[in-house]
């Protein structure tokens, strides 16, 4: 897997979780992301922007392109391992990989515990899904699930209260988010499933005052994810 771009590179490089392989580097840049790379014993190549421009997925690659091990993905007894009060994001049939990128660097900006995806009709961490998130991803546990309704039991059986991120629930603010708390944030088109819904303890929505009647997935995550942390303090 390629991950371009400043930020992206240098908390790959900066993560334990990760493994850069090599990383090509602008001709004439010379900085802390070299120094770091050198330290950690990577291969650096300097190269023309043009030989970049082709390794780069979508032209936003600031100099910097390196390769990389496949995403690590966890266990769900990782995320809740060592943690009384867990607070993590359960993402339902996400396909957008720009959702998918601001959802991890929102999350772990917010300091939420570990993110679960599905293996079946859910991006998975992709190079854009790590370009997306701004180097984000490399310090966020994701576990990655055969079933999020077996996953959702599960964390109900460890004491976490399962809530579903959807329009027609109690206003978001007025539900008591203060425990080890799981949110579930559904597809871009679908929402969440049904049955998914009618696993989880409670649905709590976001007040719209617009006239538009939904937010994007990322967006409605970010501002859920910061409702928590304010009830948490």
Request: glycine share 10%.
């Amino acid at each position: 897997m390629k991950i371009e771009g400043r930020n992206s590179v240098y908390e790959a490089l900066k993560s334990d979780d990760i493994t850069v392989n090599s990383l090509m580097v602008e001709k004439g840049m010379s900085n802390s992301i070299v120094a770091l790379a050198r330290s950690k014993g990577v291969k650096v190549s300097f190269v023309d922007k043009s030989v970049l421009d082709k390794a780069s997925i979508e032209g936003k690659h600031q100099g910097y392109v390196a390769d990389v091990t496949d995403f690590n993905y966890c266990q769900l007894e990782d995320i809740l391992e060592g943690n009384p009060t867990p607070f993590v994001v359960i993402l339902d049939n996400l396909s957008d990989p720009h959702n998918f990128g601001s959802i991890i660097r929102a999350c772990e900006c917010a300091g939420v515990d570990g993110i679960i995806i599905g293996r079946n009709r859910q991006v998975a961490v992709t190079d854009t899904v790590v370009r997306t998130s701004a180097g984000a991803v490399a310090h966020m546990k994701i576990a990655r699930v055969t079933n999020i309704n077996n996953a959702i039991k599960q964390l109900q059986s460890s004491g976490v209260w399962v809530y579903a991120l959807d329009m027609d629930g109690q206003e978001i603010t007025s539900a008591n988010l203060t425990g080890s708390i799981a949110l579930v944030v559904g597809s871009e088109g679908d929402g969440i499933s049904a049955y998914t819904k009618q696993c989880c303890d409670g649905v709590v929505s976001l007040k719209l005052k617009g006239k538009v009647n939904s937010l994007n997935a990322s967006v409605a995550c970010g501002i859920a994810v910061y409702e928590v942390i304010r009830q948490r303090g």
